[in-house]
């Protein structure tokens, strides 16, 4: 089964894709020969990085599969991170957290499709209420002085984490991180075999098409984003119970943003978006160890930059060759 | 034949915001036969379709399926009742495969996926049952319109259509793809298929139809069947007035060159030569006309005239000058007017009013600027001419393009370039989806701008208007200019055959 969004990867693109992995995978094979810790640590990093972007990307590419533009996923990860957090304190349960971090971003999702899809509001002003009322909201709210009860810890599978490079990296990680792979998988074969994803896809390129065979584009659209929300609530999750287990203000620093710009890179599919989101982590990781090491002189405000410059680059080639879906933006009316 | 009714429509009437689409139509359909729904552009019939195919709520009315009275609240409602529809722009979602647009809203399941392999044997037994093939894995956006056509029949027909409705099917097809249309069409009837098919060509109304009804200004105006009538009272009945169907022109005393093309090449989309060496020149008062099954580079090469397109090597020379690529203004205020052959996606932005589309072109001079900005007065005025000498349907200058019916939004682009001060031409399929009204009026046009002094390139895959129009006729096959022929010599056979296989 070929789509157009998803196999138009010509083939220079294909080969581009191929030798730059190849140099990727040995550059790293030789910097594990070269020092192994540190190649573990970093790689560690780049993967816990691109959690909240990979999932951020879900989040967008399920709405945006559909129709929907979200920028308000920055928002959303906000919420759930701040839920997350008050949760896990007040009843001392991580778990708990966790979910109401999930329900926080589902919540945020289903104002977000009251908005778009029942009121047809311009989506990128009611994702932009979103990311102020989330900012407003937590900001106000925070109460200062809350001790943390401890965060998800990684987990070791038995036997395969003791595998060389692939051990520590993979099969070392905390619960969140690890699930998020499996989501992306799952996301990507949802999308291209599943009813679902066939009538998501539908409604994104041509509404009235699906509308005439019986299906109700604002339906899919206002499930879409519920579903949307859960994974970026889960992206706040991880921000405030896995990563950094406290709730700080601004916590989400524009990953809700760089998302999109990772499922751009990654034409709208799951597991490219996963690459890119990977990419990302990647240099978040490496501009971390720079400041760590300090092994180069650069002031950490440069090296800081580092994600959001690669954010403006990878945008400014990909976002015209890459083809967003056809009714992107855009509400449905019936006649 | 037999003489069961499957559908009957009684006293449907449908307004939107005050325009009488449908008034109290009764309509009747029986089994196994073809219907053809004729009427002027903005009669109304495409609205009676979208009723029936639960798109749109009449205001008042019954409709009985069957014999037993229903409500079509919606398309999930119609496809139940075995109500299928092929629209006047089709419904294909580009990038889904042939097979993907044609489950869709119906997939076989097996656990959590859809069942790829059943959907493909379910086609493959409809191929078999109707003698049409398919691919089922080739990208509908790259498909010949026949083709694409032919996924919207299996659509219909994998739900199990037992009434299928087809709006214009044959104004985009050439008249090879016509003729296979209509064998598919007698195929599906002798399956107990009852079909209702819309056109504006009446000679394809004698040669397929079991029964005709013709509206007018949403009232129907009379049932006939081909045996009781002919082309000539039909078109009276639709229009109102007396109409000339064939018109022998005046033949042209050309003057100086307008425009020439040298030696163009031109890429499509995909990076293929789709126009190779093409080389000609149109003089004033002069119609050349481009005749070429569609889809072998009129596109292309229409689209570069225009600007739109990047050149890859030749020239183009407009009143003497020589024209750089890709400046579509400098064309346009070099005297160049373009009926685009898409219209919906090059010729009108569906959202703005009939006002704006008609300044498209002009919107920055006066006297459409005044000041520091638009002049709606000027704009307004400008309008309302151009409704009134075109007879463009609809409420207002104001009203939003996207509203009117197929054949007026095809005005709308006519009026707009045919009352630019321009030099040259190029009319891409000018007539697609117009009545015969209009086609007369827009060739009686097209001829007088010509006697003005005009050059015209008219492109197009209607034999008739091509030899009826234009003065010397050029043959375009896979891209190249295969033949050129005086209007003297043309006939409808010859030039024919090289159409379909480049040589006589
Ligand atoms: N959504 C709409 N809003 C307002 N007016 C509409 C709408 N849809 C149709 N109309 C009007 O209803 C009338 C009938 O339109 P319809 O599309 O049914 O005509 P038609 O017979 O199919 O014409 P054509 O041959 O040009 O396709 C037109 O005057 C059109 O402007
Ligand atoms: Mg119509």
Redesign the interface.
């Known amino acids: 089964?070929?789509?157009?969004?998803k196999a138009k990867t010509d083939s220079k693109d294909r080969i581009f894709f191929f030798l730059s992995g190849i140099l990727l995978l040995s550059i790293i094979l030789y910097s594990y020969w070269i020092s192994p810790l540190v190649t573990v640590a970093i790689l560690t990093s780049s993967l816990r990085q691109s959690t909240p972007l990979a999932l951020g990307a879900l989040c967008g590419l399920i709405c945006e599969r559909s129709g929907v533009m979200n920028i308000g996923i920055e928002g959303q990860m906000l919420l759930a991170a701040f839920f997350g957090f008050l949760v896990n304190v007040w009843t001392g349960s991580l778990l708990l957290g966790v979910i109401s971090g999930i329900a926080a971003g589902m919540l945020a999702g289903i104002i977000f499709a009251l908005m778009t899809v029942s009121m047809k509001m311009d989506q990128i002003i009611c994702g932009t209420i979103v990311n102020l009322l989330a900012a407003g909201l937590t900001g106000y709210f925070y109460p200062t002085g809350i001790n943390a009860t401890g965060k998800l810890k990684a987990y070791s599978f038995p036997f395969l984490s003791e595998l060389p490079l692939v051990g520590p990296v993979l099969f070392r990680v905390s619960p969140i991180v690890f699930s998020t792979i499996i989501l992306v998988f799952l996301v990507h074969f949802l999308l291209f075999?599943?009813?679902w994803g066939?009538?998501t896809?539908?409604v994104g390129?041509?509404p009235?098409?699906?509308?005439?065979?019986?299906?109700?584009a604002n339906i899919v659209r206002f499930y879409n984003i519920i579903i949307g929300g859960f994974f970026a609530g889960l992206a706040g999750a991880f921000l405030s119970l896995e990563a950094v287990g406290v709730f700080e203000r601004g916590m989400t620093n524009g990953r809700g943003f760089i998302a999109l710009a990772v499922m751009i890179f990654g034409k709208w599919t799951p597991i490219g978006a996963w690459g890119a989101a990977l990419l990302f982590g990647l240099a978040l990781a490496v501009q971390t160890q720079l400041q760590f090491d300090q092994v180069l002189s650069i002031p950490h405000q440069f090296t800081g930059m580092l994600p959001y410059l690669i954010t403006i680059i990878v945008l400014a080639i990909f976002i015209k060759r890459n083809r967003p879906p056809?009714s992107l933006g855009v509400p449905y009316e019936?006649? | 034949m037999d003489d069961i009714t499957v559908l009957k429509l009684k006293g449907i009437s449908k307004t939107f915001h005050g325009v009488r689409a449908n008034s109290d139509v009764d309509f009747t359909l029986k089994k196994g036969e073809i219907h053809a729904l004729l009427g002027e552009n903005g009669a109304g019939k495409s609205t009676l379709m979208?009723i029936i195919?639960g798109?749109?709520q009449p205001d008042k009315g019954e409709i009985f399926i069957h014999g037993k009275r229903q409500k079509i609240q919606?398309?999930?409602r119609a496809?139940q009742l075995g109500i299928g529809?092929i629209?006047q722009h089709f419904?294909?979602?580009?990038?889904?495969?042939s097979?993907?647009?044609i489950?869709?809203?119906?997939?076989p399941?097996k656990g959590?996926?859809?069942d790829?392999q059943q959907a493909r044997r379910q086609i493959a037994i409809l191929s078999d049952d109707c003698g049409l093939s398919i691919d089922p894995?080739a990208?509908t956006?790259d498909l010949p319109v026949g083709i694409q056509q032919r996924v919207e029949i299996f659509?219909a027909l994998y739900r199990n259509a037992g009434i299928l409705i087809l709006d214009e099917p044959t104004a985009v097809l050439i008249p090879q793809e016509t003729d296979t249309l209509f064998k598919i069409l007698r195929k599906l009837v002798k399956k107990n298929i009852s079909i209702i098919f819309i056109t504006h060509k009446l000679q394809e109304v004698m040669q397929i139809a079991d029964s005709i009804s013709v509206m007018q200004q949403g009232v129907i105006k009379g049932v006939f069947s081909p045996e009781e009538t002919d082309e000539q009272a039909l078109a009276e009945l639709m229009i109102g007035r007396e109409v000339l169907l064939k018109n022998d022109y005046l033949p042209a005393r050309p003057g100086k060159i307008v425009f020439e093309v040298k030696k163009l090449t031109v890429m499509n989309s995909r990076g293929y030569e789709a126009v190779s060496d093409v080389s000609f020149r149109v003089r004033e008062r002069e119609i050349v006309g481009i005749a070429g099954v569609q889809g072998n580079g009129q596109a292309e090469l229409s689209e570069s005239i225009a600007g739109l397109r990047k050149i890859k090597s030749g020239e183009i020379t407009l009143s003497g000058r020589r024209m750089p690529a890709l400046n579509p203004r400098k064309m346009i205020e070099n005297g160049l007017a373009h009926i685009p052959e898409d219209r919906l996606k090059h010729g009108l932005v569906l959202p703005f009013s009939i006002a704006d589309n008609q300044i498209l072109c002009t919107y920055y001079r006066r006297p459409y600027v005044h000041f520091f900005g638009r002049n709606p007065k000027a704009i307004l005025k400008n309008s309302r001419k151009l409704i009134n000498r075109f007879h463009i349907k609809a409420r207002g200058p104001e009203e939003a393009v996207q509203n009117l019916s197929g054949g007026n939004q095809q005005k709308v682009i006519i009026s707009r370039e045919f009352s630019r001060d321009s030099s040259f031409l190029i009319a891409n399929q000018p007539t697609r989806g117009l009545d015969v009204g209009s086609v007369e009026y827009v060739h009686k046009q097209l001829i007088m701008l010509r006697d003005k002094g005009l050059g015209v390139l008219l492109i197009s895959s209607e034999l008739d208007e091509i030899l009826s129009l234009s003065d010397t006729i050029l043959v375009i096959y896979r891209g190249r200019v295969c033949s050129i022929v005086r209007k003297e010599d043309a006939t409808m056979e010859s030039i024919g055959r090289i159409m379909v296989r480049g040589f006589e």
Request: proline letters at 3%; hydrophobic letters at 45%.
């Open positions: 089964m070929i789509t157009a969004s075999f599943t009813q066939l009538r896809r539908a390129e041509y009235r098409a699906a509308d005439t065979m019986g299906i109700n056809g019936k006649k | 979208n195919s798109l749109l919606n398309p999930r496809i529809m629209h419904m294909i979602v580009p990038g889904f495969t097979l993907e647009n489950i869709l809203g119906s997939e399941i959590v996926t859809i790829f894995d990208v956006e659509k």
